[in-house]
């Protein structure tokens, strides 16, 4: 289960706006040559913004390979046994499709922003932060919380170190039943077809 957590918060990441379109956070008061640095800003995320409705061919091949080798390194990282990997890579090709549509409606949506803010922040060297950066660091008050639990006294090492084998057993059990159910399902699929 902890394989799918990653995938869960990209796929979470798709949907949420977090990112806020520069205009949105500006101040108001603006003054002569910092209006001048907003237009152009302005004028670069137009264009890009215009690039990627214009070129959306070369957004899809972008995130196509990105999410080719993304996911492969993935289960390579995430799965270490070699026979659980090459199921797991035929099923990250058949999902390629409705990742490549979500991916390219974020790319369109936020990539403009992201490539504009980097591009700035590139040639801003040590001067004056620019518009759409916020200068102030919020501050967090934080009030001490009383202990609720009492400490536990100390544990016998070995009980702990046949804990830890025990919970490493039952999550070894559980992939080998993932694996087991994925196998028999594939091999209903290939007699069926």
């Known amino acids: ?10 796929i ?21 040559a910092s209006q001048a640095e907003q237009e152009r800003i302005d004028e670069v995320l ?19 390979c990105l999410y080719e080798v993304g996911s492969v390194r993935l289960i390579e990282q ?6 659980l990997q090459w199921p797991l890579k035929g099923i990250a090709y058949y999902t390629k ?15 403009p922003w992201m490539i504009t803010r980097w591009l700035f922040e590139q040639v801003k060297f040590n001067g004056d932060p620019l518009p759409f950066e916020d200068t102030s660091t919020p501050t967090i008050d934080v009030a001490p919380v009383p202990e609720l639990l009492p400490v536990l006294p100390s544990v016998n090492p070995l009980l702990e170190q046949q804990s830890q084998e025990i ?6 059990v559980s992939w080998l039943t993932a694996a087991v159910v994925m196998l028999v399902a594939l091999g209903c699929f290939n007699m069926l077809s």
């Open 167 to 172: 919970n490493a057993l039952r999550s070894r």
């Open 46 to 64: 137009r264009r890009l913004e215009n690039l990627f409705q214009r070129e959306q061919a070369v957004a899809k091949s972008v995130v196509d």
């Open 1 to 10: 289960m902890r394989l799918f957590l990653p995938i869960n918060k990209l």
């Open 78 to 83: 995430k799965v270490p046994f070699k026979t």
């Open 97 to 111: 499709p409705l990742f490549r549509r979500l991916a390219v409606g974020w790319v369109k949506k936020n990539a």
């Open 12 to 32: 979470n990441s798709f949907f949420s706006s977090e990112m806020e379109p520069i205009q949105a956070s500006l101040p108001k008061s603006l003054n002569k």
